[in-house]
């Protein structure tokens, strides 16, 4: 094959596409231009025809999929709304952590104000290998810092998130990216570029050589030897620049003279503008030597390809423009007319006066190769069928296995990360980070808007269809326990190469699992991103990522006075389980801690009953009924009721009747529970509440001021732990391992 193929990552098949569209060789600007904008990454062509599946409407979606965020109404009377948006940085992230993180920061939130609004809120989901290794330790410092270093400096809370850890990751850790913003109806802007003869304006940094071929970068694996060879491909961001973006885009969008705005994120100035163009019906012509650059002899190439940070791309009505760049100019932004739009619709690039390039336009996004890519059953699920969990050996000493299940890396506290977050600028936090979601205020109304990221990958891994559901399920489930409903999600679908059968196997199922969730919870998929190519060649050959599915779930709740925590009260106060325990540890944080690996057919979910769930703890909540909600998830029942002790350094006494072997009892990881306690004088109003509602409800223990957690089994005491012992354990156990302590 053509060398000059092999280096825009397109294939020769591919390659007889494009010339057959254009009816000629393509130069290799244009051949650049095609390579990003059909990467992966960009034109979605393994996974469009399988995202089709997801529901994007509902009575409260004001914008779906297709633009640069999803919007869901949040105050009908107030017309305010939300924008939100998930998306990937995750071989960015591993290459140099540091600044891969912080710039998937700066880039969702540039594609949540991009859209009118003002960013609020920031969340991120990370997955990172096992800490004994010194790199894995390394990479999650440098993220975790890159977060924080970029969310503080623009003035952006970093509410909450989530951190799992996996030796699936070591070569490839996630860093996926959430940003939510608010915005009143009438002020949403789109990416949609009109009226031929208006001018194009450049706005932002300088346009500099960092990031050329990022898109296709994250459209491919790569071998550890290419690690320090592609630091190129990773961008340098600002946030204090982001910050007078965020300002300067904001106080235009009052000019009355913005026709479509886009942020220049993954191929850069080519995918905003050919997408810009292509949601207009239009073409776009561009006068490459007119774009402010920081690096000398620049080429056509290298400026259509960069991805340097910190960038929008405007389209403004003619007339205007001086009056628009005046705005940024008073911010201290670049910011300069670089084209026009044309009626023609086609990508014309100018420099110097010499025509570059010509494409059209939709030969570079609506028709983008789709792939319909083969897939088959893993050898693995086959061979995890016949799996009996009675083989795993029964602990002896309970106390010992409860600690050691609250100082995993994946259980215990995320204290050590999230400090590092200022969580309270901007004052809109009222649940803070390490409950089940996060609560922020919406200013000029009583509602509030809670946020849950979540998605355990092995559930996932042993049963996709399953694990799919469970992510949706669990993400809503957490907004549900502090009193919201939960409305809408955006996802970042992480996958290993789409080319391999069992992989593009665990993308079909897991979608499968993740839209009949969305249908039957009313939860409407109004953003995303997907990110295939996580796996990694190494001395043994590949190595692929868990399917990891991350959702983020939005809810609102319409009086944020009655909303509620996850924590234990008072002494007194009684202790109810919703839900029922049935000791299934397949792909649990036991399983994995006891037999050093995870097996068997996974967690499964009842959508109906969880539906039915989520709608009668709200109520409970709506009544004022209720003192605390905390889903029972990592760790099972025994790992939650330990979480909600924490908080006031409470106690409980819990006995435990069911006819099930101990340890699957008090670690099973069996979805659709929630631990709720009520007053004492509450406990048969409660009961007879969720009797009605068709929810199973029990007595399980009563909270005490001992400071002993005490768990027993058909009378028999089974666990007896101090409080405050076992909450140093839990929250300092993260920051040892980091620190090389834990090893």
Same mark, same amino acid.
């Given at each position: 094959m053509d060398r000059k193929i092999i280096e825009q990552h397109v294939t020769y098949e591919e390659y007889e596409k494009i010339k057959e569209i254009l009816g000629r060789e393509p130069n290799l600007v244009e051949l650049g231009i095609f390579s990003a904008m059909w990467s992966e990454h960009c034109s979605y062509k393994s996974s469009r025809p399988h995202l089709k599946k997801f529901p994007t409407e509902a009575p409260w979606v004001v914008q779906g999929p297709g633009e640069n965020a999803g919007i869901i109404m949040v105050d009908e009377e107030k017309q305010i709304c939300a924008a939100f948006k998930v998306e990937s940085h995750n071989h960015p992230s591993f290459i140099e952590p540091f600044h891969g993180a912080a710039t998937g920061v700066g880039g969702i939130l540039r594609d949540v104000f991009t859209m009118g609004a003002r960013p609020v809120a920031c969340m991120d989901s990370l997955r990172f290998g096992e800490l004994h290794d010194p790199k894995m330790r390394y990479v999650a410092k440098g993220v975790v810092s890159g977060i924080s270093h970029y969310g503080n400096c623009v003035g952006v809370p970093t509410v909450g998130g989530e951190v799992y850890f996996d030796s699936c990751y070591q070569t490839n850790p996630l860093v996926n990216a959430f940003a939510l913003g608010i915005v009143r109806k009438d002020k949403i802007f789109y990416a949609k570029a009109a009226g031929v003869g208006?001018?194009?304006?450049?706005?932002?940094? =300088?346009? #500099?050589?960092?990031? *050329?071929?990022?898109?296709?970068? $994250?459209?491919?694996?790569? /071998? +550890?030897? @290419?690690?320090?060879?592609?630091?190129?491909?990773?961008?340098?961001?600002?946030?204090?620049?982001?910050?007078?973006?965020?300002?300067?885009?904001?106080?235009?969008?009052? =000019?009355? #003279?913005?026709?479509? *705005?886009?942020?220049?994120?993954? $191929?850069?100035?080519?995918? /905003? +503008?050919? @997408?810009?163009?292509?949601?207009?019906g239009v073409g776009i012509k561009l006068d490459l030597d007119k774009v402010p650059l920081r690096e000398e002899n620049m080429t056509p190439y290298e400026i259509m390809l960069s991805e340097s940070q910190e960038r929008m791309l405007v389209v403004c009505e003619k007339g205007k423009e001086e009056e628009i760049m005046e705005v940024f100019r008073k911010w201290e932004l670049d910011a300069c007319v670089i084209g026009e739009i044309i009626e023609e619709p086609v990508i014309r690039l100018f420099w110097h006066g010499d025509k570059v390039a010509e494409l059209p336009i939709k030969a570079l996004t609506d028709e983008a190769p789709v792939y319909y890519r083969p897939f088959k059953t893993p050898k693995y699920i086959i061979e995890n069928r016949n799996y009996n969990q009675n083989e795993i050996p029964e602990p002896e000493n309970y106390n010992e296995i409860t600690k050691k299940l609250l100082s995993s890396p994946t259980i215990a506290s995320k204290r050590w990360i999230y400090r590092q977050y200022d969580h309270m600028v901007q004052i809109n936090t009222v649940i803070y980070p390490g409950g089940d979601a996060s609560l922020i205020r919406v200013k000029e109304s009583k509602k509030g808007i809670a946020i849950s990221s979540d998605c355990n990958a092995r559930y996932c891994y042993l049963n996709p269809y399953e694990g799919g559901k469970i992510a949706v399920a669990e993400a809503a489930r957490n907004v549900a326990c502090t009193g919201a409903r939960p409305k809408a999600i955006t996802d970042c679908l992480n996958f290993g190469s789409p080319e391999d059968p069992e992989i593009m196997w665990q993308f079909v199922k897991a979608t499968d699992g993740m839209a009949d969730a969305c249908r039957i919870l009313e939860t409407p998929v109004v953003s995303g991103n997907v990110s295939f190519y996580n796996e990694t060649t190494t001395e043994k050959g590949k190595r692929a990522v868990y399917p990891t599915p991350t959702v983020v779930c939005v809810g609102v709740i319409d009086d944020i006075e009655k909303r509620m925590t996850s924590f234990f009260k008072s002494p007194e106060d009684v202790i109810i389980l919703l839900g029922e325990n049935t000791g299934n540890v397949s792909g649990s944080e036991y399983q994995k801690l006891v037999t050093g690996t995870i097996k068997g057919q996974g967690q499964t979910i009842d959508l109906q009953f969880e539906k039915t769930l989520q709608n009668a703890l709200i109520e409970s909540i709506e009544k004022g009924m209720i003192k605390s909600a905390h889903d029972v998830s990592e760790g099972g029942l025994t790992v939650a009721l330990f979480e909600s002790a924490f908080e006031r350094e409470l106690g409980f006494e819990v006995e435990l009747s069911e006819d099930i072997r101990t340890d699957f009892l008090f670690f099973g990881e069996e979805q659709s529970r929630v631990i709720i306690t009520v007053s004492p004088e509450k406990v048969e109003e409660a009961l007879e509440f969720?009797?009605?509602?068709?929810?199973?409800?029990?007595?399980?223990?009563?909270?005490?001021?001992?400071?002993?957690?005490?768990?027993?089994?058909?009378?028999?005491?089974v666990v007896n732990l101090s409080i405050p012992e076992a909450k140093q354990l839990y929250e300092t156990a993260l920051e040892k391992e980091l620190s090389g302590e834990g090893n």
């Open positions: 208006n001018p194009v304006i450049y706005v932002g940094s =300088k346009t #500099g050589r960092d990031g *050329i071929h990022g898109a296709t970068m $994250a459209s491919e694996e790569f /071998s +550890s030897e @290419e690690e320090v060879e592609k630091k190129v491909n990773v961008q340098v961001g600002d946030p204090f620049i982001e910050k007078l973006l965020i300002e300067a885009c904001l106080e235009a969008m009052e =000019k009355d #003279g913005i026709v479509a *705005i886009q942020d220049m994120g993954a $191929a850069g100035l080519t995918s /905003s +503008s050919v @997408e810009m163009a292509s949601r207009g969720f009797k009605k509602k068709t929810v199973p409800a029990k007595v399980i223990g009563t909270v005490t001021a001992q400071k002993t957690g005490i768990i027993k089994h058909k009378g028999k005491e």
